[in-house]
């Protein structure tokens, strides 16, 4: 038996969280229409989790991932909720023009003009 310390296992399961970030933003960068799901949760504690989720097309079918999640110190507003994804897209490198839709609380995707 091989015994692990807690910062072993923690930091294991970052690298492998940064490895499959990096995968997933390699594979939708390559699919080029990308779909962005966003949801608001509530966890134990009662406070407001932001959970955004990005869809891109792999071969014929989307893949769906799981890109971030953030606290929301307050109820969100829609501008509030997109400006909390912006960092996320620009430190990606990705563009706001390759998204072709946004939904948000499993409301059917929208096609808008986007403003921060």
Same mark, same amino acid.
């Given at each position: ?12 399961? %970052? ?6 970030? !990096? ?8 699919? *080029? ?5 966003? *949801? ?14 990005? %869809? ?22 829609? !501008? ?25 609380? *499993?409301?059917?995707?929208? %096609? ?5």
């Amino acid at each position: 038996m091989v015994q692990l310390s807690n910062n072993t296992i923690k930091q294991r399961i %970052r690298e492998l969280s940064v490895d499959i970030l !990096k995968q997933t933003i390699a594979a939708a960068k390559l699919s *080029g229409n990308l779909i962005l799901e966003l *949801g608001e949760i509530t966890d134990l504690g009662n406070d407001a989790q932001f959970m955004v989720f990005m %869809r891109y097309r792999a071969t014929r079918d989307y893949s769906n991932n799981f890109s971030f999640a953030v606290h929301l110190p307050s109820i969100p507003q829609e !501008k509030k909720c997109l400006k909390k994804v912006d960092p996320f897209i620009k430190e990606q490198k990705l563009f706001w023009t390759d998204y072709v839709s946004i939904c948000a609380d *499993g409301a059917p995707p929208m %096609r808008t003009e986007m403003t921060l």
